[in-house]
Nanobody
């Protein structure tokens, strides 16, 4: 069983930055690929970014490429999402998720993720 706790959300003006953190406990963090998803009101949950076990492989949604950076620190069992040049359309609840153990490919669909955090609200004002 893996517990995930997100932090770092908040209210920021457009073109500002935020850094989200997701702390994992209770499981094998270092052998799980990790992802960030987001869900805006009335919309489906969507993939934002993912990182493989060692941090060497990453994937991003086209809407955030060049603005967001995902990273992980296996020693701290934590994954980060650095968000720069934020836009009002980035407003959503952001969720951290852990894939099944030893699944090396970064997945972009929610069904491939085994554990989820409770989410953290990010609001970008224009």
């Amino acid at each position: 069983q893996v517990q995930l706790v997100e932090s770092g959300g908040g209210l920021v003006q457009a073109v500002g930055s935020l850094r989200l953190s997701c702390a994992a406990s209770g499981g094998t963090f270092s052998v799980r690929s990790m992802g960030w998803f987001r869900q805006a009101p009335g919309k489906a949950r969507e993939f934002v970014a993912g990182v493989g076990w060692s941090g060497g492989s990453t994937d991003y949604a086209d809407t955030v490429k060049g603005r967001f950076t995902i990273s992980r620190d296996n020693a701290k069992s934590t994954v980060y999402l650095q968000m720069n040049s934020l836009k009002p359309e980035d407003t959503a609840v952001y969720f951290c998720a852990a894939q099944k153990s030893f699944f090396a490919v970064v997945a972009i669909t929610t069904t491939m993720y085994e554990y989820w955090g409770q989410g953290t609200q990010v609001t970008v004002s224009s």
